[in-house]
C-alpha cells in the first residue's frame, strides 16, 4: 500500500461523514417540516420517498443513517429555508412563502413546495438557486 492511500484509509472506528450528519440533518429537516406544515407524506417525498416505517423511526428518534441523496436534499432545504429566513424576516411569512402561489415564471403560478413535490433531487436545487440568486447570492 502506498503512503497516500494509507493516510486516505479511515482510522478503525471512525466515523464517515454520512454517520456524523445523519442525526444532525434528521432532527433539521424535522423542524423544519413543523415550520412549513408539512404532511408526512409531503416530506417523505422531500427526503426521496425513504420507506414508512424507515421515516417514522426517523421521526421518532431524530436519528438513522441518510444515504448520500437524502443528505444533499435536506442540505438544499435547508440552504431554501435560511433564504427565505434572509429574504423574509417575519418568521410566519418566511414559513408560509412555501405555500402561496408565486408568479414567478418558475413556479407558472404554482406554489413553490409543488415544484419542490416533484420528487426529483434537482428542483430542489432549483428552488434554492432562485432564492439565493433573489438575495443577490
Known amino acids: ?26 432532527r433539521t429537516f ?3 417540516a413543523e415550520a412549513w406544515r ?10 426521496g420517498n425513504p420507506p414508512r416505517s424507515t421515516y417514522f423511526a426517523w421521526k ?8 448520500r441523496d437524502t443528505l444533499e436534499r435536506v442540505s438544499y432545504l435547508l440552504g431554501i429555508y435560511k433564504a427565505l429566513q434572509i429574504l423574509l424576516p417575519d418568521v410566519a411569512a ?13 413556479f407558472g403560478g404554482a406554489p413553490a413546495l409543488q415544484r419542490m413535490l416533484s420528487g426529483n ?10 432564492l439565493d440568486a433573489s438575495r443577490g447570492g
Do not use: C
Not at 38 to 47: C, G, N, Q, V
Open 60 to 67: 421518532k428518534t431524530g436519528n438513522g443513517q441518510l444515504a
Open 38 to 47: 408539512l404532511s408526512s407524506e409531503e416530506a417523505r417525498t422531500l427526503l
Open 1 to 26: 500500500m502506498t503512503r497516500s492511500a494509507a493516510r486516505a484509509t479511515p482510522k478503525h472506528g471512525a466515523r464517515s461523514a454520512a454517520d456524523r450528519l445523519s442525526g444532525p440533518a434528521l
Open 94 to 106: 418566511a414559513d408560509a412563502w412555501v405555500r402561496k402561489p408565486n408568479a414567478a415564471p418558475l
Open 121 to 130: 433531487v434537482a428542483d430542489l436545487y432549483v428552488v434554492r438557486q432562485y
Open 30 to 32: 424535522f423542524r423544519i
